[in-house]
């Protein structure tokens, strides 16, 4: 196994691990539509942050790093829409 191959394979994973496990968070405010407990303040500095990780990749061209960070701010900024929208 080559040194990049590892290295990109430990990206994928760490992609994989960090953006499933916000899913079930997601999963569970669209079935419910209750965001009673998300923090406005904590999501809008999250969904900035994590934009912030896509522009990062972006410029690196890290695949993996663009790939978690645009489907986790996706999930983040409809949460926030809902959280603006029935909260």
């Known amino acids: 196994m080559s040194g990049l191959f590892a290295t990109e394979s430990i990206g994928y994973l760490a992609a ?3 953006t499933c496990s ?9 079935r419910t539509r209750d965001v009673s407990g998300i923090s406005l303040g904590m999501y809008s ?5 994590v934009a912030l990780w896509l522009a990062y990749g972006l410029l690196l061209a890290a695949w993996p790093i663009v790939a978690a960070n645009a489907i986790t701010l996706a999930l983040a900024l409809a949460i926030l829409g809902m959280k603006l929208r029935y909260g």
Do not use: C, E, K, R
């Not at 916000?22 to 405010?29: I, L, N, R």
């Not at 500095?45 to 942050?49: E, K, Y």
């Open 16 to 18: 994989i691990l960090t």
């Open 22 to 30: 916000f899913v079930p968070q997601a999963w569970h405010t669209f």
């Open 45 to 49: 500095v999250f969904a900035l942050g």
